[in-house]
């Protein structure tokens, strides 16, 4: 079974950037379609960004040209890089696969705030 273990979260002002890391344990990874996704307060999850095992990267349209999803096989990571962060950017973080989910980790909050 795939450990997913999300951080990097914090509090940012809005106009801020963050950039939140998501590792896996597992040679599986290599081979997933890896997803970002966040859920709100009072809200249901909600998918943010997607990067291939080819690289080929897909957005949300609330965070399409600001946000950047990046991996790095070698060390089973995920990455999202979070630029111009606005209120509603608040949210805890998730990675997972897409389509056929691992267990979810614990997620890193992110909040954005003046």
């Known amino acids: 079974q795939v450990q997913l273990v999300e951080s990097g979260g914090g509090l940012v002002q809005p106009g801020g950037s963050l950039r939140l890391s998501c590792a896996a344990s597992?040679?599986?990874?290599?081979?997933?379609?890896m997803g970002w996704y966040r859920q709100a307060p009072g809200k249901e999850r909600e998918w943010v960004a997607t990067v291939t095992s080819g690289r080929v990267t897909n957005y949300a349209g609330s965070v399409k040209g600001r946000f950047t999803i990046s991996r790095d096989n070698a060390k089973n990571t995920v990455y999202l890089q979070m630029n111009s962060l606005k209120p509603e950017d608040t949210a805890v973080y998730y990675c997972?696969?897409?389509?056929?989910?691992?267990?979810w980790g614990q997620g890193t909050q992110v909040t954005v705030s003046s």
């Open positions: 597992g040679s599986i990874f290599k081979l997933s379609a």
């Open positions: 997972n696969r897409i389509a056929t989910y691992w267990s």
